[in-house]
């Protein structure tokens, strides 16, 4: 932010409001690319080994895309590196000792059926054979009180001749933006589970059951949801997972409508976009705000640019019709920021759309720059007699920084995009 910034200089203003330029471009641009992921769009995966049965005989196998979706909380990998501080010829120097995996805690809501619940049941059963005796009331001599003489000792503990873990591995996906973001835990055991409490002076707390893993390893992997049928059992019908088409969606840069749910899945992050830049990044409003503005209306006589305006208020002023954003007197030497000029910068989405996909556009933009001293030690001249592979580092370069907030070079992209908008628009 300018040190001149006018709201700072003109507090008897009273002005509380202001364009949030920063906020939009960095976080809200590109479909949000940039935005933190919220905490509850997850999924669980639990992958069991053969030897702890079947769906015929074992309920934890049988309901685990339920459970996994019962889970309430999960904590994601951490790690802790042993650092040792060594002398090395009287210099402090740090090395490396080993890596400790820390545990993580899986909580559940304790459901009325009980599938949680028996996930810890079948866990104990699987690895200690206490819990498959019968109690001391039957025939079975395993917890009679006297039992010290008995002729056959049973088995306790873990001799419950089992060889497999009881989990392969367990998967944590974080969603967003139609990608996943997945955490595979390998060969995880329960150090302790935990089934809640229960409390006769409460009537609003749900009970829990929680379980804390430790592993081997992890392994990190990525990918679009849906490819390759990731994430695992998401979208089944055990998990009850909405399926239906929202009604929700939005006007593309081609001004026809777009369901949210068929949208284009290359609407990713920038630089995963950059290798197929022909497709755009964007469709928030900020956007296509500039875009219709800068592209469509012109001078005004176009119709439908006229109507924009009506509705979202004169370019120069910003907001909504009716809403008039307070500015300084354009004659002090202090307003150096949200000057006229700035409103017709076009986004970094439009900018990088228009000069990937129009080459006129593309090559008066590049004029424009090289002749304004942009590439170091690069003219227009040079340009020219250049090779193909020197020539397209250096489009690379100039478009990459037009797009991604060069202000000098984003405003010569918009002079180009504005002087050559009849071919765009065809």
Do not use: C
């Amino acid at each position: 932010m300018s040190i001149k910034d006018p709201y700072l200089y003109n507090i008897d203003l009273d002005v509380h409001l202001r364009d949030a330029r920063h906020a939009h471009q960095l976080y809200t641009q590109h479909t949000f690319a940039l935005a933190p992921k919220t905490k509850f769009l997850y999924h669980i995966v639990f992958d069991l080994y053969p030897e702890v049965g079947n769906s015929a005989n074992n309920n934890t196998v049988r309901f685990k895309k339920e459970i996994g979706v019962l889970a309430q909380t999960a904590d994601l990998p951490q790690y802790r590196v042993a650092v040792e501080n060594k002398q090395q010829y009287n210099r402090k120097k740090n090395i490396q000792t080993r890596l400790d995996y820390q545990d993580i805690t899986i909580t559940f809501h304790d459901d009325n059926l009980g599938l949680t619940r028996g996930l810890l049941q079948d866990y104990y059963q699987y690895y200690f054979v206490d819990g498959n005796h019968e109690d001391g009331t039957r025939s079975s001599p395993a917890y009679m009180a006297r039992d010290k003489f008995k002729e056959a000792v049973p088995n306790y503990g873990l001799n419950n001749k089992k060889v497999n873990p009881f989990f392969k591995h367990v998967r944590i996906y974080q969603l967003a933006r139609r990608e996943w973001f997945a955490y595979t835990l390998i060969n995880p055991l329960i150090s302790a589970f935990d089934h809640g409490d229960v409390d006769a002076t409460t009537g609003a707390d749900m009970n829990r059951n929680s379980i804390t893993l430790a592993y081997e390893s992890v392994i990190y992997s990525n990918g679009q949801v849906g490819e390759d049928g990731q994430p695992v059992g998401f979208t089944d019908p055990e998990t009850g997972y909405d399926n239906a088409p929202s009604p929700i969606g939005y006007f593309d840069s081609e001004m026809s409508f777009r369901n949210t749910m068929s949208a284009d899945p290359a609407l990713i992050d920038p630089r995963r976009q950059r290798r197929n830049p022909i497709l755009p990044r964007s469709n928030n409003s900020r956007s296509r705000r500039d875009s219709l503005f800068g592209i469509l209306s012109g001078n005004g006589s176009n119709i439908l640019g006229a109507g924009l305006r009506d509705l979202f208020g004169n370019s120069q002023t910003g907001g909504l019709r009716g809403t008039t954003i307070p500015r300084t007197s354009p004659i002090s030497d202090a307003v150096t920021t949200l000057v006229s000029n700035d409103i017709n910068i076009l986004d970094g989405d439009n900018i990088l759309n228009a000069l990937s996909t129009n080459s006129s556009v593309k090559s008066s933009f590049i004029s424009r720059a090289l002749n304004s001293n942009a590439f170091a030690g690069e003219t227009l001249a040079s340009y020219n007699t250049a090779s193909d592979t020197r020539k397209a580092a250096i489009e690379n370069n100039l478009i990459d920084r037009a797009s991604n907030g060069d202000r000098k070079l984003a405003e010569q992209a918009t002079q180009a995009i504005q002087a050559n908008k009849g071919s765009i628009l065809t």
